[in-house]
């Protein structure tokens, strides 16, 4: 198992930004994927973006691209979500999740491990 802990959330106003990181622990992860989702109250868990371990290959929300980018830190073993220009709709709890074959899903169903989440809002 991958053990995942979600940091940086807060309160932000419109238009600011904010980096999450997901640090993982547990395994070693260079033939592994990672991914943030987000759920706001009431609707549904959606997909921000991925990344590989190995060679850095990312994907991202058609909606999203241009405003969020991923990154990580192999050697920290952290996956980072820079945001910016952060908007109300953005309000939600930001989960980071592991896939242990390596794709760059867009369904959460193909992630194995997850963390608690941490959660961000934006104020008008």
């Known amino acids: 198992q991958v053990q995942l802990v979600e940091s940086g959330g807060g309160l932000v106003q419109a238009g600011g930004s904010l980096r999450l990181s997901c640090a993982a622990s547990g395994r070693t992860f260079s033939s592994y994927s990672m991914g943030w989702f987000r759920q706001a109250p009431g609707k549904a868990r959606e997909f921000v973006a991925a990344?590989?371990?190995?060679?850095?290959?990312?994907s991202y929300a058609d909606s999203l691209k241009g405003r969020f980018a991923i990154s990580k830190d192999n050697a920290k073993n952290t996956v980072y979500l820079r945001m910016n220009n952060l908007k109300p709709e953005d309000t939600a709890i930001y989960y980071c999740?592991?896939?242990?074959?390596?794709?760059?899903?867009?369904?959460?169903?193909?992630?194995?491990?997850w963390g608690q989440g941490t959660q961000v809002t934006v104020s008008s």
């Open positions: 999740a592991s896939d242990a074959l390596g794709r760059l899903s867009i369904g959460s169903s193909d992630y194995d491990d």
């Open positions: 990344i590989t371990w190995s060679g850095g290959s990312a």
